[in-house]
């Protein structure tokens, strides 16, 4: 049994990853890799098997819960969730009201934690380089190829939560920036906001079957090509920030299911285009925001490694 002050200090390595995974850009994967419970949490996850079903059917719900390292998971888990549903309606508030401002932030985040992840990369060679530049191409194009919203079916929302969670658990990238690439990112945030439950079962199933299916692979990739790995993150993310750029024309529009009419196809344009188009480009404020990510992530970093047991 651990004592009280290390279920503490766990819940809150828990609100620590909840409150990176929520804002594109941030990964709770970082956060655990740096509070040095990243080991131990792939360890838990991919001891959810064969063999811990087994135990459960017969009925042994001590053994499993000590193979699963299932205190470890739900104090984990429970810090997260409680991170996520917190902060859900800020964020959503800020998407509707302060666009612009909230784009600044993030654009700020994901460029400060792309040059972070590729501080982790030992050795640069061809390889690494090839791969650097290979995931920045492909976020780019991804990022131009998928329309700003996507379809609002559950198996959409299954497939955004198996490919989020996974990107949640890989130091350097965030489910929520997956879900941004895949246009789902507001409509899970609204879903977590509105307690809206077909959805987020919908959406934590997904999560967890991408867990138990991706982990292992996840695990194998950084321990055997770490180097590659972070490269292909970073450059990913770096390829993305085509993604959250505050300042966009809008060329294509679409009707939702509540009527309202919503951006389908996008334009990267400069602030002083934005005002031409009739719109206030609020850059100062951009400017603030921007910096205000960059120094978020710096603290969160300082912030983790004094959590670190």
């Given at each position: 049994?651990?004592?009280?002050k290390?279920?503490?200090?766990l819940?809150l390595?828990?609100?620590?990853?909840?409150s990176?995974?929520?804002?594109p850009g941030?990964?709770?994967?970082?956060?655990?890799?740096?509070?040095?419970?990243?080991?131990?949490?792939?360890?838990?996850?991919k001891?959810?098997?064969?063999?811990?079903?087994?135990?459960?059917?017969?009925?042994?719900?001590?053994?499993?819960?000590?193979?699963?390292?299932?205190?470890f998971l739900?104090?984990?888990?429970?810090?997260?969730?409680?991170?996520?549903?917190?902060?859900?309606?800020?964020?959503?508030?800020?998407?509707?009201?302060?666009?612009?401002?909230?784009?600044?932030?993030?654009f700020?985040?994901?460029?400060?934690?792309?040059?972070?992840v590729?501080?982790?990369?030992?050795?640069?060679?061809?390889?690494?380089?090839?791969?650097?530049?290979?995931?920045?191409l492909?976020?780019y194009?991804?990022?131009?190829a998928?329309?700003?919203?996507?379809?609002?079916?559950?198996?959409?929302?299954?497939?955004?939560?198996?490919i989020?969670?996974?990107?949640?658990i890989?130091?350097?990238?965030?489910?929520?920036?997956?879900?941004?690439?895949?246009?789902?990112?507001?409509?899970?945030?609204?879903?977590?906001k509105e307690?809206?439950?077909?959805?987020?079962?919908?959406?934590?199933?997904?999560?967890?079957?991408?867990l138990?299916?991706?982990s292992?692979?996840?695990?194998?990739l950084?321990?055997?090509y770490?180097?590659i790995?972070f490269?292909?993150?970073?450059?990913?993310?770096?390829?993305?920030?085509n993604?959250?750029?505050?300042?966009?024309?809008?060329?294509?529009?679409?009707?939702?299911?509540?009527?309202?009419?919503?951006?389908?196809?996008?334009?990267?344009?400069?602030p002083?285009?934005?005002?031409?188009?009739?719109?206030?480009?609020?850059?100062y404020?951009?400017?603030?925001?921007?910096t205000?990510?960059?120094?978020?992530?710096?603290?969160?970093?300082?912030?983790?490694?004094?959590l670190?047991?």
């Amino acid at each position: 049994m651990k004592p009280l002050k290390e279920f503490i200090a766990l819940f809150l390595k828990g609100v620590g990853m909840g409150s990176a995974d929520i804002v594109p850009g941030v990964s709770g994967g970082t956060i655990a890799f740096i509070t040095g419970i990243y080991e131990e949490l792939l360890t838990s996850i991919k001891s959810v098997d064969i063999t811990a079903a087994k135990l459960i059917l017969k009925g042994d719900f001590q053994g499993f819960w000590i193979k699963i390292n299932g205190g470890f998971l739900i104090t984990l888990l429970f810090g997260i969730g409680v991170s996520l549903i917190s902060l859900a309606r800020i964020i959503s508030y800020l998407l509707e009201n302060h666009p612009i401002q909230l784009w600044s932030f993030f654009f700020g985040l994901i460029l400060i934690s792309s040059l972070i992840v590729s501080r982790d990369i030992k050795q640069w060679n061809v390889t690494v380089v090839v791969f650097f530049i290979l995931g920045i191409l492909s976020a780019y194009f991804l990022t131009k190829a998928v329309p700003t919203e996507t379809p609002d079916n559950y198996f959409l929302i299954f497939i955004s939560g198996a490919i989020a969670i996974c990107a949640m658990i890989l130091p350097g990238i965030s489910g929520s920036f997956i879900l941004l690439i895949l246009g789902k990112y507001h409509f899970i945030v609204n879903a977590l906001k509105e307690f809206n439950i077909p959805v987020l079962l919908v959406f934590i199933l997904g999560c967890i079957t991408g867990l138990l299916t991706f982990s292992r692979a996840i695990s194998w990739l950084l321990t055997r090509y770490r180097n590659i790995t972070f490269a292909t993150l970073a450059g990913f993310m770096i390829g993305s920030l085509n993604k959250v750029w505050p300042w966009k024309e809008t060329l294509l529009t679409f009707v939702d299911r509540h009527g309202e009419s919503r951006p389908l196809v996008e334009d990267n344009v400069l602030p002083t285009t934005f005002q031409t188009l009739g719109q206030e480009p609020h850059l100062y404020a951009s400017i603030l925001f921007f910096t205000l990510g960059i120094a978020l992530v710096v603290i969160i970093e300082k912030a983790a490694k004094g959590l670190k047991k």
